[in-house]
Structures are given as C-alpha cells and as structure tokens.
C-alpha cells in the first residue's frame, strides 16, 4: 500500500527562524514528490521534484528529493507569520498523488 | 488560462439528503479529473478519478459516487448522505499525463 508519511505533523517557530518539513515515501510506480501550501481552502503548489539531488528553489522556500532514501525536504528561511499554513507533500504514482496527513505550521510575531 | 470552479462553498445537509457537488474546468481539454476528501487532522484522499468523459475509477468504496458528463465537468454524488461524508471536499484537475494537479476552492460539507 502506498504510504506518504510527514513530520513533524505540527509546528510553532517564531518569525526569521528556519524550517525544515520532512516527507517520506513509499509509493508504487513512483514519478515525482510534490509540495504544496494550503492556507485556508485550495492547495496551492510548490515544488515538483523529479530528480534526486537537484534543489528546488523559490525565495526563501527550497526543496530537494532523495530517490535513494525515499524522502523529501521543504526547507523555508527567515520565516514570515505569511508562512502559516498547512504543508502537504504528495507522491506521484502516475495517475494520482498520494497525499501525507501534512504538517501544520503557525508562525508567530 | 486554465481556472477551476467547485461549488458551492459550504453546504449543510441533514442525514439522509441527497448530494450533488459540482466542479467544471476551463482553458483546458480532456484533463485528468479528481475529487478528494480531507477530513479534519487528515491528508487529502482521493476519492474517484476520471481520465475522460464517462471514465471515473474509485479508489474508495463508499457512499459517493461520481460522473463526467462532458469533458471538463466532474460531478460528486450521493443519493443518501450520511455523518461520516461530512468533510472538505476539493475537486482538482491536471494535464494527462502529469501528476501536478490544481486545486478548486473546495466545499466544505457539514451532515447533520
């Protein structure tokens, strides 16, 4: 069974620090890690990562992927209380995404 | 540009109603449809899946249904709701082919 697995599920950090969203993976027919942002309603996207080692970059957001080690990163720098939100990564299996429960992440002043 | 259109927005609905939540796409042909579910704490699941019109694959056995009259219209259906279809309803499209889907604004569905 295909299984995408985030951590840590929740998270509280002050405004400027530094984040790291972790997600693994174990999905079949595997083609690419997607991240995305849901703040209140539609998910929008972030990243799609294809290639393992190769960073993914935008602003202060930045995600790589580990085709060997199953997993993902979604690093964001000098956190704003604009990055509030819920983080989603999902595995491609070729037909669909496969979603993990998320991470929430509440950016305080 | 492609835009997506899920409504309605919210609904409350008592147990035993019918359901019909509707989801049409535009700026695009014969696009991969899907409705997902996410429930409160929970990741999104997916729940029908359409490739073309008349073509919906379920990945969960439940009280839904769906249906693609035309090639840019996703319909969810149930003909008697119950409490546990209450959730966030988000229909999403991608390019056959793709796995990056984009998302409607979703529906939230509260059953009384």
């Known amino acids: 069974e295909d299984k995408v697995v985030q951590s840590p599920l929740s998270l509280v950090v002050h405004e400027g620090d530094t984040v790291t969203l972790n997600c693994s993976y174990e999905?079949?027919?595997?083609?690419?890690l997607l991240w995305y942002k849901q703040e209140k309603k539609a998910p929008t996207f972030l990243f799609m990562l294809t290639s393992s080692g190769i960073e993914k970059k935008s602003g202060r957001l930045s995600s790589i992927l580990d085709k060997k080690e199953l997993f993902s990163i979604l690093n964001i720098t000098a956190t704003q209380t604009g990055d509030s939100a819920i983080y989603l990564c999902a595995g491609e299996s070729g037909y669909a995404l496969n979603f993990g429960k998320g991470t929430s992440l509440l950016v305080t002043p | 540009s492609q835009t997506i259109h899920q409504w309605p927005a919210t609904l409350v609905q008592p147990v035993g109603s019918p359901l019909s939540l509707e989801c049409t796409v535009e700026?695009?042909?014969?696009?991969?449809l899907y409705w997902y579910r996410q429930a409160a704490g929970r990741g999104l699941q997916l729940l029908f899946y359409s490739v073309g019109i008349g073509q919906i694959s379920s990945e969960v056995p439940q009280n839904l249904s769906a249906s693609r009259p035309q090639d840019r219209q996703f319909i969810l259906s149930s003909k008697k709701l119950l409490l546990s279809d209450s959730g966030f309803y988000l229909c999403a499209w991608s390019i056959t082919g793709t796995g990056l889907a984009f998302f409607g604004q979703g529906t939230r569905l509260t059953v009384v």
């Open positions: 999905v079949t027919n595997f083609r690419s």
């Open positions: 700026g695009t042909s014969n696009p991969n």
